[in-house]
């Protein structure tokens, strides 16, 4: 009897599933595990009276990846805008009662709102240069409205590049700029941490996010001697300085808060800034408009530390050079013992707080 011939079993085109990338996981567990050290460590200075002392306030208003915070003061001074750097979270200006920019322009009267920037989402991670000065835009329309009520913007490191970018695009936005660190021209040699990041620098992609330990032992492998060994000989010469002691380890405790960055925002600073020069060129375009020293017409002071790698003299001035005569500033502050990096002087230094603030002062009720 004829058996009925069974057909041949169809076998998957793909029988066995794909093997995962072993050295993305790798990499992936020790993002994790660094993650995870680093909110032990946290923790622990927590513990022992180096967490967070900030001023109160209340959010204002929000968007994609920010919030505006409104510190309760006297007021009655003229309104500011704090920018912070994107890369940290904000307390670095509110470090402790005795260094805090925070408490120094509420005490002088100043009306203070600081735009703190959330951590983006994987939704973010295709936010870019445009979107981050947005969000500047943004935040400065929901702190005042009009331009007789505009504010001063602050801002330091990344977060003044920012508000520099920002203030050329829309030249209502403030009554005067104040740069803390801030590089604004990328010219070879302007830094040292500007070469090294063009010389080491990787192609990367520009969707998803970059981790905030990713980011610090990129740098840390980029420019050791800046992101390594300064912080430690920084340590060992507050040893002698108890109070000194005291604020490198509250910016230790800062260090460990990482915070992610959208992978386009990261190689756009990179590609845009770092390599390109653009904003320096007049080339940089954002919202449809090619921006340049030009287009910032509001008046800038400039602080700077002559020690500091990555926003010294020499990445401000030949952005101001093209500039309106008459409407830059440029202040140095000396080198400090216990602020860990020499960039973060400005914000956490006691001798800055004691003589360069003022100074600050005095410029922004002059040109209030």
Sequence with gaps: MHQPSLPEPSLPERPFAEPPDLMAVLRRTQLAAMENLRQVQGRTLDCFGFGTHECAYEVVASGPHWRLRHYAGPGGGAPLLLVPAPIKRPYIWDLTPDVSAVRFCLDHGYDVRLLEWLPPSEQDGDAGVEAYVEAVVAARRAAANGPATSPFVLGHSLG?????????????????????GAPLSFTPGSSRFRDLVVARSKDMARQGLVAGSQLSQGCAMMSPGTFVWSRMMDGMFAMADPAAMAIHMHIERWALDEVALPSRLVCEMVDWLYREDRFRRGALTIGGRRLGPADLSVPVLAVVVPADEIGPRSSVAPFFSKMPAGRTRIIEHPAEIGVGLQHLAILAGRRAHAQTWPEIARWIDAEA
């Design 160 to 180: 003044g590049t920012l508000a520099a970018i920002a203030c050329a695009l829309e030249p209502s936005l403030a009554r005067g700029l104040v740069l803390l």
